[in-house]
């Protein structure tokens, strides 16, 4: 248990579904991160968000729209996914952003298949 | 872009000990992570560093040359429970961490 739950833990959707994956963490943390896993590649960031707000946005599509409207939870809205999209992805804290030494801590994931 | 490279896999002996190399580009430097991640499981923290040298921590150690863009995790007398995916991690000028797309081990008996 690292203080970082994500729900659900596996998502099957078609391509015209709209689906919503959420994360809560209970470290006290500012920072929430989405990250995107697929099968033997680098763990990719998506978003960043600090205090609430929207720090980082790294080239996404809009077809993930993230929200976050308190420190402790974070969703990301899926819709009109792609095959491609289909892959783990991740949810993390830490206690700021751009701290000297902060410490990223990650939820088990979600396991998403788009069909 | 950031260029992160570790082996892809390696395999050694219960009982033994693996490197487990990384070596980095990235714009900008403001540590470097290690992660241990089992199969369908969350990555977790295993250690930092950012100055030059080896930090230890138990079974696992990591060290740092910033000079030539290097680090390694070292894993002593291995276990079972040890089989995962590591995953090197550098956090650049901007305070992103990059990820490299992490070596598997596996130990076998």
């Known amino acids: 248990e690292t203080g970082v739950t994500q729900t659900p833990r596996h998502l099957v959707m078609g391509m015209t579904n709209k689906k919503s994956l959420k994360c809560e963490q209970h470290?006290?943390?500012?920072?929430m991160y989405w990250y995107k896993q697929s099968a033997k590649k680098p763990l990719e960031l998506m978003f960043v968000?600090?205090?609430?707000?929207?720090?980082e946005n790294n080239s996404v599509p809009s077809r993930f729209s993230p929200e976050c409207p308190n420190s402790s939870h974070l969703f990301l809205h899926l819709h009109t996914l792609q095959p491609e999209d289909s892959a783990l992805y991740l949810c993390?804290?830490?206690?700021?952003?751009?701290?000297?030494?902060?410490?990223?801590?990650f939820g088990p994931g979600t396991r998403l298949l788009v069909l | 872009g950031q260029n992160i490279d570790q082996p892809t896999e390696m395999t050694a002996t219960e009982g033994a000990i693996v490197q487990i190399n990384c070596t980095y580009q990235?714009?900008?430097?403001?540590?470097l992570f290690w992660y241990q991640q089992h199969a369908g499981e969350a990555p977790t923290f295993l250690s930092y560093?950012?100055?030059?040298g080896l930090e230890e921590k138990g079974r696992f150690s990591s060290f740092l040359s910033r000079s030539k863009g290097y680090s390694y995790l070292l894993l002593k007398e291995l276990q079972m429970k040890d089989s995962a995916s590591y995953l090197c991690?550098?956090?650049?000028?901007?305070?992103?961490?990059?990820f490299g797309a992490g070596t598997t081990v596996t130990v076998r008996a």
């Open positions: 993390a804290s830490s206690q700021d952003w751009g701290g000297y030494q902060e410490t990223q801590y």
């Open positions: 470290l006290g943390h500012n920072a």
């Open positions: 968000y600090n205090f609430k707000e929207q720090t």
């Open positions: 990235t714009s900008g430097f403001n540590g």
């Open positions: 560093n950012v100055l030059d």
């Open positions: 991690a550098v956090r650049d000028g901007d305070y992103k961490l990059s």
